[in-house]
Structure formats: C-alpha cells, structure tokens
C-alpha cells in the first residue's frame, strides 16, 4: 500500500514536471508568449548561451581538422593553426573568446533565473539540468584548458587536480584514500602525462558534448512544455509571442552579439592576457613559471582557496552544489525581493573576486606587484 | 506626429540595405575565412623547415622524458651529476624513480650533495631551483619557501609538509660506491672523498632508496 502510494507520487511528480498531454505544436510554439516586464532582458541570455555553444561545436570541429592530442605535437599543432592555417587564428580566438562568453552569459542567465524565481513548481527539472549543464560547462572549460599543453594549461591542471587528492586528509580511515584514487583515474596515470591528455581530449570532445548535448535537449524541451516563468510578482499583463516576434528579435540580438564577438577574436587574440612563458610548451624538467592560475570563471574558488583553509573551502563548496540542486524547495516560499538581494549579493562576490582577486591576494599577503 | 511615408520608406530601404551589405560582408569573409581554414596551411619553405625542427625537438624531448622512465624501470642506479656539476646555491633538476623532478645541491657545509624532492607538497607544482640567501627554494605557485636542508616550509605558507629528501650514493671512476645517504639516515663514507678532485665523484640515485622502496609516500 505505502509502496504504491510512493510510486503514484512518483507518477505525480512526474506528470507535473513533464506534461506530455501538452507536447503540439500549437502549445509549444504557436501559443507560447514571452511576458513584458522590466527583467524581460533576462530572457535573452538563454539564447545567448546557445549562440555560444554553437559557435563552440562549429570552431571546435574546426579545431579537430588539425588538432593532435600527444604530448610532442599538441603544442606544435596549436601553433601550427594560429601561424600557418589561413583563418585558424581566426577560429582558436572564437573558440578561446566564445567559451568565456558562454560561460559568462551562463552564470548571468542563472543568476537572473534564480532572481525571478523562474525555478519554482513545476520548473524543478528545468532548474536541475541547468545546475547539470553549469557543471558540465565548466568540466568543458576545464578539460580544454589542457589541450594546447602549454605551461599554464598543464599546471594549472596539475593544481586542480591535486586539489582533489587534499580532500583525503579531512575523510576517516579507508575513505581516505578515495580522492586519491578519484584524482588517479581522471589523471590516468601518476601525473599530468599523455594519460591525462588522452582523457581530456576525450571528456573534452566527445562525452561532455554528447552529454550536453541530451541535457540541453530535455532542458529547451522542458521550457516549451512549460513556458516562461513570469519572473515578477506583479505580471504587467503585456507579452509578445515568443513565434515570430521574440525569436526574431533574439536573432537580431544574437546577429549583434555575434559580430561583436567575431570582431573581438578578429583584432584581440585571447591569448594576448598571458605573457609567453605561460604559452611556452610544458617542460616537465623545469621549475613552474609564476602566474599559474585557472580561466578566469574559476576565480571565484581559486581565490579562496589561496587564502582560507582548504577544508572550509571544501565545505563551502559542496553546500553552494547542495543549495544550487535543491534551490526550488529551499526556496520555495522565499520572496523574489529575497532572492534578488541574494543574487546581487552573489554577482557582487563573483565579479568582485574575478576583477579584483589578484589585488585583494596581494593586499592580505603583502605581495607587491 | 505625423510621419512622411515617403520618409519612412527612405529610412527602411536605407536600413534594410545597409543590413543587407553588412550581412553580405560579414558572411563573405566568413565563408573566405573558412575556405582558406579548409585549404591547408600555406607555408613557405623556411617556415616548413623552422616548423619541422620544432616538431622534431618536441618529439626528441618526449622520447627523451620516455627513455628516462625506461631508465627508472630497468636501472638500480640513476646518475644524477658530477659532484663537480653541483652548485651550492641552484639546483639541478633530475627526474626521481618516481617520474618526479626533483633538485641536486652541493651542500655548503659538508661539500656532500643534497637531493630533495621538487614536487611542491601543497599542490604539485615545481618548486624553483634558485636558493635564496636562507638557503631555501620557492615554490611560484602559491609562495612557498623550503629549507633545503631541512625541506621544511616557512611557517604560515600554503604547504604543510616537508619536501621529502631522496638517497644517493657516490661512485668514484670505477664505479665502486665510496658513499651513500638513505633518506632518513646519516651519511655513510665509505671512503674518504678527496674534496680536490670532484670530477672524479659522480651522484647516482638508487633503487634501494627510492620512496616505493623505502615506504614514504
């Protein structure tokens, strides 16, 4: 009896969160509308990550045609693109460019998400695969940090990974030992070698995309069945109709959007923020140059992480995952004006500590730059 | 207000044309872009030849790195140095049985090498080989300074732990061992070292006193 009781609540849920009675096109194109408010900006930034992504898969291929992931021609292949492809700078600056900008609009689209409460009843799963596809962009942003095998990349790498081996000394016993063996089966081998460039080519290209690409699908899904959220307390009444008038004014963003990006990749090369010995090949017979750090959208823990105790950072760390999962019931009777005061509070520490990291390290370490 | 259709029709025709040539122009050099992409690499003869060295000097250093683990495996003795080779104020880097760097001093106490671990114990990186005048390394990562004699850390610095030291053993010319150091024990002479006649003495590491075999981690 409680048995069934569960699974019919199961169904319930379910059947809630994916209403298939409402899969036509007519609900989820014709009628669906986009509400006129003064967030409605917000509702662009979605698209915007797309846009990113798709210029990420197309440069990417692109990227594949001369790209070798062995530890003797990786960085060679790389420069070997920039210099001497016609273009091929070109497409490693979009790729380069356009990953951050994804990420950026990404975190803003989440931001803006969780400050219009977009995540409550029946939007859960929606919110969910997002938090997933968060984590899955940064896994991306993380395994291609590796893949030109040049100083920075390599160590860096080294040092996120060896981040997760700290995580041992805080477990009892046995389980002491699994953040080792966690770090050992990512890295393939007992250090950042060709093991571990062979797995993050391939996390890189083939199994973060392809997962990815599934979660996107159910994600977008999952917003046509439900629409968008209203996202204020007090709905204007106005709305336009998301087919034809919001989709195209979207492509008129994203037109914007991207010639400003392709313009940026043309005239600024993304590497151009790093002085040349961190671009230099890895050497693994010399000392690491200073000036390792992560890509910028990991600043927000790599700078904690410099200056308070790792296990707090730890702790942090694993509560922020737990809050993003279960945002849509621990918020669930949380005002939108709490929640805006908490994402302005949250965009103010992650631009905050991604602008001003760097000083406000030297300042508590006295370093002088 | 209201507004001249002729007006109107003038601002939209100049618009839409104007949106029309800058999509052509932006598709056009999109689609040159990635003919040329797809075309190949145009290098000159030079730039091939300048490309193939660099090529071929990375594939010799890996084969090198690769030759060293071969070494590592099959080897009970690692040279490391001529203790003439050994400076008292920067290191040498060497590659331990474990495929990690590791430095080589002179001590400027005893003339006897100091063999210590380079694989910074916070989070892996490199430590530098130049010793400052508290005779310690840096790590650059997140600003370490080792005592290489002790292979302690300052205090308050992100690492912890100690670099590790690693044993060595001196062999004179004819290869017979007239030295040697166990990581956590003292030196053994086994034959007096003419302290004159350093070219003589080479720096090995040993089998025997690589961490696997010792138990350290």
């Not at chain 1, 993050?200 to 599934?214: D, E, N, S, T």
């Not at chain 2, 474990?98 to 430095?103: F, G, Q, V």
């Amino acid at each position: 009896m409680v048995k069934s009781n569960f699974f019919k609540q199961c169904l319930e849920f379910v059947s809630e969160r994916i209403p298939v009675e409402k899969i036509s096109y007519e609900a989820m194109v014709q009628k669906k509308s986009v509400p006129h408010h003064k967030m409605s900006w917000a509702y662009y930034l979605g698209g915007l990550t797309l846009l990113f992504l798709s210029i990420q898969f197309i440069t990417g291929i692109l990227l594949l045609f001369y790209y070798q992931a062995t530890v003797s021609d990786a960085h060679s292949s790389v420069e070997h693109i920039t210099q001497y492809v016609g273009g091929g700078d070109l497409i490693r600056n979009l790729h380069a460019w356009s990953s951050s900008l994804m990420i950026l609009c990404l975190i803003l689209h989440m931001m803006t998400t969780f400050a219009m409460k977009a995540f409550q009843r029946p939007r859960e799963l929606t919110w969910i695969t997002g938090v997933v596809l968060l984590l899955l962009t940064f896994a991306l942003g993380f395994s291609g940090y590796l893949l030109p095998w040049h100083q920075i990349g390599v160590n860096a790498t080294k040092v996120g990974l060896q981040s997760i081996e700290l995580i041992g000394a805080y477990l009892p016993g046995e389980l002491a030992l699994l953040p080792t063996k966690i770090k050992e089966i990512i890295q393939g081998d007992s250090m950042v070698e060709q093991a571990t460039l062979s797995r993050f080519f391939a996390l890189h290209v083939v199994v973060c995309p392809i997962l990815l690409l599934g979660i996107l699908g159910f994600h977008l899904f999952s917003i046509q069945l439900h629409g968008m959220s209203e996202g204020v307390d007090h709905p204007t009444g106005k709305s336009e109709k998301f087919f034809p008038t919001f989709i195209l004014k979207d492509l008129r963003v994203w037109s914007v959007v991207f010639c400003a990006a392709f313009i940026t990749a043309l005239c600024i090369p993304f590497d151009s923020f790093s002085p040349f010995p961190l671009l230099a090949p890895y050497d693994a017979l010399g000392s690491t140059p200073p000036g390792i750090k992560p890509e910028w959208y990991f600043f927000f823990i790599y700078y904690p992480l410099e200056l308070l105790p790792f296990w707090l950072i730890a702790l942090l760390q694993n509560l922020l995952l737990a809050i993003l999962f279960l945002a849509p019931w621990i918020f669930k009777n949380t005002s939108r004006k709490a929640l805006f005061l908490i994402t302005l509070v949250a965009a103010i520490y992650f631009f905050g500590i991604t602008i001003f990291g760097q000083d406000l390290y030297n300042l508590i370490m006295g370093v002088h730059s | 207000m209201e507004t001249d259709p002729l007006q109107t029709r003038k601002h939209f025709i100049l618009g839409f044309g104007a949106l029309l040539l800058s999509g052509l122009a932006l598709s056009s050099t999109l689609f040159a872009k990635l003919v040329s992409y797809l075309s190949g690499d145009r290098m000159s003869q030079i730039d091939r030849t300048l490309f193939l060295k660099t090529k071929l000097s990375r594939m010799d250093q890996t084969a090198s790195e690769r030759k060293l683990e071969l070494e590592r495996k099959s080897s009970e003795y690692i040279f490391i140095a001529k203790m003439s080779d050994l400076l008292a104020t920067k290191g040498k880097y060497f590659i331990d049985y474990e495929m990690r760097p590791a430095l080589a001093f002179q001590s400027s106490e005893d003339g006897l090498p100091i063999l210590i671990s380079a694989k910074c114990t916070h989070l892996g990186c490199t430590v530098g080989a130049d010793l400052d005048e508290n005779s310690r390394i840096l790590c650059p990562c997140h600003v370490s300074y080792f005592d290489i004699k002790s292979g302690m850390p300052h205090a308050g610095s992100p690492a912890k732990a100690p670099l590790p030291h690693i044993g060595w053993v001196i062999m004179d010319k004819q290869s017979k061992i007239v030295a040697s150091k166990h990581p956590k024990r003292e030196v053994e002479i086994v034959e007096k070292l003419d302290m004159d006649s350093l070219d003589h003495y080479s720096i090995y590491i040993a089998k025997k006193f690589a961490s696997k075999a010792t138990g350290e981690a």
